[in-house]
């Protein structure tokens, strides 16, 4: 008989629940705040957030896709969208210029200001997959022309890889570094273990909010029935991975996700464990793509 579903003392704020409860929180913004500030790296504070009628956060697509969206703007009218996306979507790029586009679409309709006046749109992708062959795990992007000179930056893209993320607690000092960190370790650091850090009123807010032990009922049956599809999707996920691997078809994402490994191997020097544990497989399948590069 197989064991009940348990949940954790703490629910990981990539969960469908866990991104519900701390960035599309709108009770408490303060996590959402402090973590949207830190994400585009601005030393100016947001002081207020509004979200716009009729959205609605924290929507698992698929199991395939994972994505799950946020739209909020700042009292001076900013735009911040957020995609959490956790397994591998090959159009991701693609996926998030469109909503850019069609936040910037939406302005342009309301007459708010003319082009040159509009507000900036933030596209903020937070992944649980490697996207772009190189160490760096937080990526600004806007348009600019061969010798790197900003064309415009009127919508700027903002990518983090939560995988290439590799730094110990202490090693945390910045408020960007300190909301990666909570993301990926929030749910297995034991209280006694947490960086000092961890209890500062923005990441504890949200700490809070994925307290299971702190949970009403009616909130621990939510979150139950939530962590209970994601794990069913992910198990899904994975015997339809395994299958198609055993019958040799290996097309798709299998192919995006190889040719990602290949690029990787070829511009950072990291062992096959490392890189093995970015993109979801074994190390045994990046050693035989590192030979086949070499022979």
């Not at 408490?28 to 585009?40: D, E, M, P, S, V």
């Not at 570094?177 to 000092?196: C, F, G, R």
């Not at 299958?243 to 040719?259: F, L």
Request: net charge negative.
């Amino acid at each position: 008989m197989e064991k009940p579903l348990e949940l954790p003392d703490f629910l990981p704020i990539t969960s469908d629940y866990g991104f519900k409860v701390t960035f599309g929180n709108r009770t408490n913004t303060l996590f959402l705040r402090k973590a949207l500030q830190a994400l585009i790296q601005s030393s100016v504070p947001i002081i207020e957030i509004e979200f716009p009628k009729n959205t609605q956060e924290g929507e698992t697509m698929s199991s395939r896709a994972g994505i799950y969206d946020l739209v909020c703007r700042d009292k001076n009218g900013q735009i911040f969208l957020v995609e959490m996306q956790k397994g591998h979507f090959p159009g991701f790029v693609q996926r998030l210029r469109f909503y850019g586009n069609h936040q910037f679409n939406l302005l342009a309709n309301k007459g708010e200001s003319t082009f040159e006046n509009f507000l900036k749109i933030y596209c903020i992708g937070i992944l649980g997959f490697a996207l772009f062959p190189k160490e760096h795990y937080h990526v600004r992007a806007c348009l600019r022309d061969e010798n790197g000179f900003v064309v415009d930056n009127q919508t700027e893209y903002i990518f983090v890889e939560l995988g290439k993320f590799t730094k110990n607690g202490e090693d945390c000092s910045s408020d960007l570094d300190k909301l990666i960190y909570t993301m990926k370790n929030a749910q297995t650091a034991p209280a006694t273990a947490q960086p000092e850090f961890m209890n500062e009123d923005w990441i504890r807010a949200a700490l809070d909010a994925l307290d299971t032990r702190k949970m009403s009922p009616e909130e621990y049956a939510l979150a139950m029935m939530s962590w209970a599809r994601e794990a069913s999707e992910f198990h899904a996920e994975q015997k339809r991975l395994k299958e198609a691997e055993e019958k040799g078809e290996i097309k798709g994402i299998e192919k995006e996700k190889m040719n990602n490994i290949r690029k990787l191997i070829m511009t950072v020097d990291w062992d096959d464990v490392k890189i093995a544990g970015i993109f979801e497989t074994t190390p045994e399948v990046v050693a035989k793509i590192r030979a086949e590069l070499k022979g």
